[in-house]
């Protein structure tokens, strides 16, 4: 099929190069001449492992090509919305500003007989708002569907073109005919096919994302039950996932979630729930944003005691600052919020990150950002793992202890072998763990 994506951000490029994987011929258009231009020469403007090569081997083919003209989707014969809705300044909503304008623009330069499939995360309702938009200014002639994304950073490429399931979200069923047409080597592959309403395919996404937090919230929670009760949060984890109805997956105690996407889409969803009327039956998710804004806290406060409470003039390595391994992404990162308060506490805050640091540099450009692991751990007085690169996994304690000038580390995700860094003489503290 011939396909235009509208938004060349994380998902946008990330959707554009596995559609031309696929076959299709792609057309991403994005107002931001720089990134455009960026693309075009298939260099990608983020991390996200496999997607540079992607990108570029269908640049070059031709099947994918960029432009920050919107005329570019004319021939398209599919229009896909991979735009972004942030959390709206000063409240919890989502901001539909990107979604309007570029639904207005598009409806301006696509076919009349085009479809309109809406990719970005929505408050339900959206879809129904934007297909009368959509018609209206088509004389009733385009279609809408919905078709939510699942990626996750890090592993985006893959959960593109071998997702675990496809929801599109439709009027009429006969719509989900295009999108089983495009879809169907991963259709005849056997990954599931939901076809379903609008408001159920905008509400997958969020429910998907609601109850995440929440378990991720829920092991950080029994950690502090752990911590002060003397006992061990992965034992802990691991007995409960063995329970079928339960799974052990994403139960691993830490310093919380972050990113572009988890933290602002609970707010949003609560948010919604709110103008539906339905508030209280979320209730329960301020408790989990909560709970995960409580463990940077908690982090912090580790920190100050393996210090000994003085932690101003004390040098800090802290090791990973992206909000996730395999990302160089810091919206919303507890590890880059930890460093940056114990800076504010006036500590020397020595920051190494394989992918992240420039993005980080950009928010918190007093930091100290270094290019290796050793020279942040060069004279350090504590030792903060953030986040689980496997870099940092692999650490040795015997090597790691001669770099640095107090044997104190804090294990901020749980993946350090505490055993083995205690018995090279280091104090390990980690979260909820004995």
């Not at 329970?243 to 996407?261: H, K, M, P, T, V």
């Not at 920051?351 to 918190?364: E, G, K, M, S």
């Not at 986040?387 to 044997?407: F, G």
Request: proline letters at 3%.
């Amino acid at each position: 099929m011939r396909i235009s994506v509208i938004g060349t951000g994380y998902l946008g490029a990330t959707h554009a190069a596995a559609m031309a994987e696929l076959g299709h011929t792609v057309v991403g258009v994005d107002t931001d001449s720089a990134k455009v231009a960026r693309l075009a020469r298939g260099d990608v403007p983020f991390y996200e492992p496999g997607l540079t090569e992607l990108v570029a081997r269908h640049t070059r083919s031709g099947r994918l090509v960029f432009s920050d003209d919107m005329g570019a989707v004319a021939d398209a014969d599919v229009h896909f919305l991979c735009v972004g809705t942030p959390q709206a300044g000063g409240a919890q909503a989502a901001d539909l500003a990107q979604v309007d304008a570029a639904v207005l623009r598009l409806a301006k330069a696509m076919r009349p007989d085009s479809v309109v499939v809406g990719k970005s995360t929505v408050p339900v309702g959206t879809a129904e708002r934007l297909r009368g938009e959509v018609r209206e200014a088509t004389a009733g002639r385009a279609r809408l569907l919905w078709n939510p994304e699942f990626l996750r950073e890090g592993f985006a490429v893959a959960d593109t073109l071998r997702p675990d399931r496809i929801v599109v979200g439709v009027q009429d069923e006969a719509d989900a005919a295009v999108l089983a047409e495009l879809y169907a080597p991963q259709i005849d592959a056997g990954v599931p096919f939901l076809v379903t309403d609008y408001a159920t395919a905008e509400l997958v996404k969020v429910a998907a994302n609601a109850f995440l937090a929440t378990k991720i919230s829920f092991i950080n929670a029994m950690a502090d039950i752990c911590d002060a009760a003397a006992a061990d949060v992965t034992t802990l984890a691991t007995a409960i996932g063995l329970d079928e109805r339960i799974g052990s997956r994403f139960l691993r105690a830490g310093i919380g979630f972050g990113g572009g996407c988890l933290p602002k889409d609970i707010r949003a969803f609560m948010a919604r729930a709110d103008e539906l009327g339905v508030g209280t039956s979320l209730a329960f998710l301020r408790e989990v944003d909560r709970v995960n804004l409580q463990q940077r806290e908690a982090a912090v406060r580790s920190a100050a005691v393996l210090l000994d409470d003085t932690v101003a003039g004390r040098r800090v390595a802290v090791l990973g600052v992206a909000f996730k391994p395999d990302s160089d992404d810091v919206r919303d990162s507890p590890a880059l919020a930890i460093a940056a308060a114990l800076h504010l506490q006036g500590a020397q805050v020595a920051v190494h990150d394989p992918r992240a640091t420039a993005n980080a540099a950009r928010l918190y450009p007093t930091l100290d950002y270094v290019d290796s692991a050793e020279a942040a751990l060069a004279g350090a007085d504590l030792t903060m793992v953030l986040t689980e690169w496997q870099d940092y996994r692999n650490l040795e304690p015997a090597a790691t202890a001669a770099l640095v000038a107090r044997r104190a580390v804090f294990d901020g995700r749980n993946v350090l072998d505490a055993d083995r860094w205690r018995s090279a003489g280091w104090t390990y503290r980690g979260v909820g763990v004995r």
